[in-house]
């Protein structure tokens, strides 16, 4: 079966770092995806993972670890926009995401 | 533009008052999944379809229904709702078959079953 794991809410202040990490586990696996959704929108791409390590891209990041079912994604120079939730999906053996709750990221002055 | 395009955005209905929420993606995308949304449960995945007359159940279809006659089209059937299918529906489309699978979506449905 598949299952996604991640903190429920998070906090942080305006220029800090904040970190959100995810656990999975999956039939098969072909990729860890991270897409944030903003309240009342879709969701939207984010960052991909299939080998291990970190992927930087701007001031968000997202790191991969597959023998321990692990990732993270990570935000640097936090802005208020950033406020939303992060969800976290992996794809299984079908290449049919399995997206975990969400974390709802809030940042605060 | 590429885009997923759903309709309606939002809809209030009574039980039992059979409805399609249309979605048309314009990126030849072999992948089309639709999902609800509800509070504290996160995205959970309704039926999927990896290509033309080829669909399968997600996690949740009870109460569902679609279809993939074309390729750009899936629409979503609720022949008789009930008010636990009050949600947040999304469809997104996605290339397929590929590990960078990346899912677009459509701007999303709200639904009220009274």
């Not at chain 1, 692990?70 to 208020?80: F, G, H, P, R, T």
């Not at chain 2, 309709?7 to 089309?32: A, D, F």
């Amino acid at each position: 079966g598949q299952n996604i794991d991640q903190p429920t809410e998070m906090t942080a202040t305006e220029g800090a770092i904040v970190q959100i990490n995810c656990t999975y586990q999956t039939s098969g696996f072909n990729g860890l995806f991270w897409y944030q959704q903003h309240a009342g929108e879709a969701p939207t791409f984010l960052s991909y993972n299939v080998l291990d390590g970190l992927e930087e891209k701007g001031r968000f990041s997202s790191f991969l670890s597959r023998s321990k079912g692990y990732s993270y994604l990570l935000l640097k120079e936090l802005q208020m926009k950033d406020s939303a939730s992060y969800l976290c999906a992996a794809n299984g053996g079908s290449y049919i995401p399995t997206f975990g709750r969400g974390t709802s990221l809030i940042v605060h002055p | 533009e590429a885009q997923v395009t759903q309709n309606p955005r939002y809809l209030i209905t009574v039980t039992g008052k059979k409805l399609t929420v249309t979605c048309s993606q314009n990126m030849n995308h072999e992948y089309m999944s639709w999902y609800r949304q509800d509070p504290g449960l996160g995205l959970r995945q309704i039926y999927y379809s990896m290509n033309v007359e080829v669909t399968d159940k997600g996690d949740v279809p009870e109460g569902y229904k679609v279809s993939r006659k074309e390729k750009r089209n899936f629409p979503l059937i609720l022949e008789s709702p009930s008010p636990n299918q009050t949600s947040l529906y999304f469809c997104a489309s996605s290339p397929g078959g590929i590990a960078k699978n990346i899912q677009y979506f459509g701007a999303g449905t709200r639904l009220s079953v009274l």
